[in-house]
């Protein structure tokens, strides 16, 4: 029996937030410009760069020239690469220095980080994805494995992916959806054709991501020797390890030890001889999958639902998606690329991630994230944008058509 291996995943992304709208707004500013806050979404890329960044970026071409059989994997949305090229541009050449060493895997997934997947217009989806895969090539080539948002996945999407030519796809490991069995094999995803599911170890990951710094967890303090050892007593093919990069210096700050326990986790998992660093693609090429999933509905990795009600759990968070997607063939009518551009940004899933209105710890985590006073708030800013732009687009159209009489 060969090495379980070890698949560390990270999720790259910072939302472009929206502005404080006024109804009152210059028309004659450029949509981006008007709806989202370029001085907030600066001020936060340029704090996140230097707290996580640059130095989780340094900290990991150092790993990985210094262990050769070190490998690590990231999903980076194409907001957050504009963001980059637009205010970060050190961040960006960091990830192609990484890039450049040959031992790190750049999965894909919706360009705007959106619920595409969700539509009832598949194609919508289609072309994010496309849009991603050439955005991200200029940092270098994506693998074979692809990552929804927010993992967000079911069969349908599994096919989706399939069809777009991806053998892998990664996943929650939901005891839902696995019964008795460990989330640390492959799994067949039923009506996918052969499409291979990668199944998160959310005890594992969230060890790391979310009780790290916690001095009320009775395993505080964590370390990379104790961590590793967890890691060689678990049973499986491949243990995947997923969580947000901001988990690095921003979920927990340097001196929470954060950056040292992953300065020393490469050599401490060398010290086991069953354990191997590998990134999906590799993976899903040497290793079968055990059997098979099915998922006939959208699952997720968010809140304790684990199901898309992050995003559209409530009244106000379907009713601004809806009138999103019922936008989507004015839009494409329109042929104004402006226009267009603006829609899939307000596509972003985490313009309705913070009107959720949930109770206890998941919403404590989504009023972490948010930058508003409340989920209402966030409604009456959204749906003022949503308006507006539902207002300009057919003003776009009846100027087409009285161009069109003429």
């Not at 949305?77 to 990484?98: H, I, K, M, Y």
């Not at 009506?191 to 009775?218: H, I, P």
């Not at 308006?387 to 161009?403: C, N, P, T, Y």
């Amino acid at each position: 029996m060969g090495a379980m291996k070890i698949c560390m995943y990270f999720q790259v992304h910072q939302p472009l937030r929206l502005a404080n709208f006024s109804v009152f707004a210059n028309g004659s500013e450029p949509l981006l410009k008007t709806y989202f806050d370029e001085g907030l979404n600066r001020q936060i890329m340029e704090k996140v760069a230097e707290k996580c960044y640059l130095p989780a970026n340094r900290l990991m071409l150092e790993l990985l020239e210094k262990h050769p059989d070190f490998r690590v994997s990231y999903s980076i949305t194409g907001v957050f690469l504009e963001q980059c090229r637009q205010f970060t541009p050190d961040v960006f050449a960091s990830f192609q220095d990484l890039y450049r060493t040959g031992r790190v895997e750049l999965l894909s997934e919706t360009y705007y980080h959106s619920l595409s997947s969700l539509f009832q217009n598949k194609l919508e989806f289609v072309h994010q994805v496309e849009k991603h895969k050439d955005a991200i090539s200029q940092i270098g080539r994506t693998g074979r494995v692809f990552r929804n948002t927010e993992t967000i996945f079911s069969n349908e999407i599994a096919f989706m992916a399939g069809s777009l030519g991806y053998t892998g796809i990664l996943s929650e490991g939901l005891s839902s959806v696995l019964g008795w069995r460990s989330p640390n094999y492959l799994y067949n995803v039923a009506g996918a054709g052969g499409v291979k599911a990668f199944l998160r170890n959310y005890q594992l990951s969230d060890d790391v991501g979310y009780r790290f710094s916690s001095k009320s967890w009775n395993e505080y303090p964590l370390t990379a020797s104790k961590y590793s050892n967890w890691l060689a007593h678990t049973s499986g093919d491949v243990l995947n390890i997923f969580m947000d990069y901001e988990t690095f210096g921003e979920h927990h700050w340097k001196d929470t030890g954060i950056f040292e326990f992953l300065r020393h986790l490469p050599a401490e998992v060398s010290r086991h001889g069953n354990l191997e660093f590998s990134t999906p693609t590799l993976a899903a090429e040497a290793t079968s999958a055990k059997g098979e999933i099915d998922v006939p509905y959208p699952i997720s990795w968010a809140d304790a639902e684990r199901d898309t009600s992050a995003w559209l759990g409530n009244e106000m968070q379907r009713e601004c998606f809806s009138l999103l997607q019922s936008l989507e063939s004015q839009v494409k009518e329109s042929g104004d690329d402006e226009l267009l551009h603006a829609w899939r940004m307000l596509q972003n899933s985490d313009h309705l991630y913070y009107l959720s209105t949930k109770s206890l710890s998941d919403q404590d985590v989504h009023n972490y994230f948010s930058p508003y006073e409340s989920p209402f708030d966030a409604y009456m800013n959204f749906m003022n944008i949503l308006q507006d732009f539902k207002g300009r687009l057919e003003a776009k159209g009846a100027e087409s058509g009285r161009i069109g009489v003429e």
